[in-house]
Nanobody, 129 residues
Framework: QMQLAESGGGLVQTGGPLRLSCTLRGTTSRYVMGWFRQAPGKAREFVAAFSWIRANSYYADSVKGRFTISGEHATTTVHLLADLLEPADTAVYYC???????????????????????WGQGTQVTVSS
């Protein structure tokens, strides 16, 4: 059974860094892994993703230049280093995996939650002002 194990999250002050990690287990099939987030009263939104196919990282405009996502091939783990955090970054962060290609440019992550087939349970990130 495929599952995602998340770690990290918590309370951090404005400007501080935070690291989230996520490991895919139960399958050798991997395509893209990344993070979405959902703040209270808002829709779930794409944050960043790592393509196992292209070995490239992709970011939402709102986090570009502040967040860095990387992939660890040996353990199928992605790490998200979030820096220069702002109160607007407060949300539940969800790890997501797309284990096979669906559509679009091959190896380029989708920004749509519906294109990801496996989800973590979510971890709270709170940025205090």
């Amino acid at each position: 059974q495929m599952q995602l194990a998340e770690s990290g999250g918590g309370l951090v002050q404005t400007g501080g860094p935070l690291r989230l990690s996520c490991t895919l287990r139960g399958t050798t099939s991997r395509y893209v892994m990344g993070w979405f987030r959902q703040a209270p009263g808002k829709a779930r939104e794409f944050v960043a993703a790592f393509s196992w196919i292209r070995a490239n990282s992709y970011y939402a405009d709102s986090v570009k230049g502040r967040f860095t996502i990387s992939g660890e091939h040996a353990t199928t783990t992605v790490h998200l280093l979030a820096d220069l955090l702002e109160p607007a970054d407060t949300a539940v962060y969800y790890c997501a995996a797309a284990t096979f290609y669906r559509s679009g440019a091959y190896g380029v992550p989708s920004h749509l939650a519906a294109d990801y087939d496996t989800w973590g349970q979510g971890t709270q990130v709170t940025v205090s002002s």
